[in-house]
C-alpha cells in the first residue's frame, strides 16, 4: 500500500488543496479495503496505487479546458480517472459511466465518503441517452476508434466537445486507424507515468465522408 506520507498531488505536480489531497488519501484506502471482495482494479497495480491510478488520473487535471462545466467518464470502473477528477475538479459536475454494478456501488461510496459528488451511472455507454458533455476520458476501456463511435452523437451535438484518453505504446496506430473513419484535430502529451504512454486530446470531431 502506498505510504500515506505520501502527497497524490505533489507527486503529479498538480496545484490543489491539502483537503483535495485528504479525500485522495481515503479514496485510496477505500480502494484496498473494497478490492478484498470485489475485484475494482488489477491486483497487479495495487501496490503501486499511488502511481498506476491517482497520479495517472491527476495528470488529466491540467488538461481540462478552463471552461468545463460538465465531464463524463467512461467505463469508469474504479473511478480511474472520473473520480478523481471528481475530488480534485469540484466545480466539474461529472458523471460517472459504469456497467458493473458492483463497482458503481464502490463509486457511490467513495462519492458519499469524500463529499465528492459525483453522478454514477449504471448503463452500458452504448445504451446511454445523456445531452452532450464539454469533455469525455476514458482510461484503458477500447481503442480509439471505437471511443469515438461512442462520442460521435455528442460531438454533433456539441462542436466544442474535448476528448481525452490516456492511451498505451499503440497509441499512433490508434491514431491511424481512427483517421479511416474519422475526421478529428488531436494533441498529443507524454505521460508523467509511462515512456510508453501518452495522452491523446481530440476535438473537431466529425464522421469522414466518404472519400473524403
Known sequence: MVNHSDSYLAAAHVNVSRETDAKLHSYDAMLH?????????????????????FVDSLQILPLLPKDTKTLYDLGSGGGFPGMVLAIAAPDVEVSLIESD??????????????KSPA???????EAIDLPAPDVVTARALADLSLLLSWCLKWAEENPDL??????????AQEIAEAKEKYSFEYQETASKTSDESAIIIVHKLCARLPNA
Do not use: M, Y
Open 33 to 53: 479495503k473494497w478490492q478484498k471482495a470485489v475485484n475494482i482494479v488489477s491486483p497487479s497495480t495495487l501496490n503501486d496505487s499511488l502511481n498506476r491510478h
Open 119 to 125: 453522478t454514477v451511472v449504471n448503463a452500458r455507454i
Open 162 to 171: 474535448v476528448l481525452i484518453f490516456p492511451k498505451g505504446r499503440n497509441a
Open 101 to 114: 454494478r458492483k463497482k458503481c456501488s464502490f463509486l457511490s461510496s467513495v462519492s458519499r465518503e469524500t
